[in-house]
């Protein structure tokens, strides 16, 4: 009987605490990132499970917090990502004068929209991007240490990496968010993903980056 007991409790407990967590406000802090014209905006819950990044809201439908941020006329680029959003900004603009109110206006949107952004975000998704259920066996295995040693670092940035393709010794890789336009993103991918790559599969690979 006692064990029924605890038993029950315990579940009562954890439905409590889903429930607080499910209800918890949202809150949002800002972060520079290494791109000069990119601001991380970090939620303390998820805000989807997929990638999307757009340049204008006739890219979207139904994603009520882009089409509100796109309100702005000096935001040019927004993307998002697990926990974060990272916008990118005109170069006439200093961040100082506008971080916090965007900030805030992000906070607002979470905070009073249950449906602020769509379920579906396969219509926004990269177009020249190929399935990875579609990738050969070489992608797979590169995609797979991209995702290891890469992709962390690089979210952590405000960004993504993506790989695009494998041609030979030609790795091809999108780069998005704060990693698009990046000063540095060159030294990253010589640096750190191709200089990875060559040491874990071949020698001879060279990486190329797009940008959407």
Same mark, same amino acid.
């Given at each position: 009987?006692? %064990? ?5 409790? #315990?579940?009562?407990? %954890? ?14 802090? #800002?972060?520079? =990132?290494? *791109? ?17 990044? /757009? &340049? ?8 009520? !917090? ?17 926990? %974060?959003?990272?916008? =990118?900004? *005109? ?7 506008? /971080? ?6 992000? =906070? ?11 379920? *579906?975000?396969? =219509? ?6 190929? *399935?990875?259920?579609? %990738? ?8 797979? !240490? ?7 670092? /690089? ?16 790795? &091809? ?11 540095? #993103?060159?030294? &990253? ?15 001879? !690979?060279? /990486?190329? #980056?797009?940008?959407?």
């Amino acid at each position: 009987m006692k %064990f029924l007991i605890d038993f029950i409790s #315990a579940i009562l407990y %954890f439905v409590c605490i889903f429930t607080k967590i499910k209800n918890m406000l949202y809150s949002i802090y #800002a972060e520079s =990132t290494p *791109n000069p014209e990119v601001m991380k905006f970090v939620a303390n819950r998820p805000l989807t499970a997929n990638s999307i990044e /757009v &340049t204008s809201e006739d890219e979207v439908k139904d994603h009520l !917090i882009i089409i509100e941020l796109f309100k702005f006329t000096y935001i040019k680029k927004i993307y998002i990502n697990n926990n %974060f959003i990272s916008i =990118t900004k *005109n170069s006439e603009e200093k961040w100082e004068n506008i /971080v916090m109110h965007i900030r805030n206006y992000i =906070t607002d949107i979470l905070n009073n929209n249950k449906n602020f952004i769509s379920k *579906n975000n396969d =219509t926004v998704q990269h177009k020249n991007l190929k *399935n990875n259920n579609s %990738f050969s066996n070489s992608e797979k295995e590169i995609e797979k !240490i991209l995702n290891e040693y890469i992709r962390p670092a /690089v979210e952590g940035d405000g960004g993504e990496i993506a790989l695009k393709s494998v041609e030979g010794n030609i790795v &091809t890789v999108i780069m998005k968010g704060a990693c698009s336009g990046c000063p540095s #993103a060159s030294i &990253t991918l010589k640096n750190g993903v191709e200089h990875l790559l060559q040491t874990k599969i071949n020698k001879d !690979i060279k /990486v190329v #980056a797009e940008e959407i």
